[in-house]
Nanobody
Framework: QVQLVESGGGLVQPGGSLRLSCAASGIFRADAMEWYRQAPGKQRELVASITALGGTYYRDSAKGRFTISRNSTKTTVYLQMNSLKSEDTAVYYC???????????????WGQGTQVTVSS
């Protein structure tokens, strides 16, 4: 059974930093790891992603401020967020794309979300 546990969210002042973590269990092979966010009344959007080979993608608003990384075993993915703005306020979700064992189909697995609030 796959389980993704996110942590690191909270309340921070504009200009501050937070580091989100997403610990995965039950994943045999992780092909990609992604962070999404969803603000109230808005659609969920991709913030950043990292592939198994280390290639990264950032949405324009995150470039230069956010950094996605993972540990060597690909069991934990991080999102370092600096220079936070009020518009970064959202629930942040991690997503793993991968398999649970040899020969199993590639699927998407989501975490439960962690709230990030940027406010003075």
């Amino acid at each position: 059974q796959v389980q993704l546990v996110e942590s690191g969210g909270g309340l921070v002042q504009p200009g501050g930093s937070l580091r989100l973590s997403c610990a995965a269990s039950g994943i045999f092979r992780a092909d990609a790891m992604e962070w999404y966010r969803q603000a109230p009344g808005k659609q969920r959007e991709l913030v950043a992603s990292i592939t198994a080979l280390g290639g990264t993608y950032y949405r324009d608003s995150a470039k230069g401020r956010f950094t996605i990384s993972r540990n060597s075993t690909k069991t934990t993915v991080y999102l370092q967020m600096n220079s936070l703005k009020s518009e970064d306020t959202a629930v942040y979700y991690c997503k793993y794309i991968g398999t649970t064992n040899w020969g199993r189909p590639v699927r998407e697995y989501w975490g439960q979300g962690t709230q990030v609030t940027v406010s003075s």
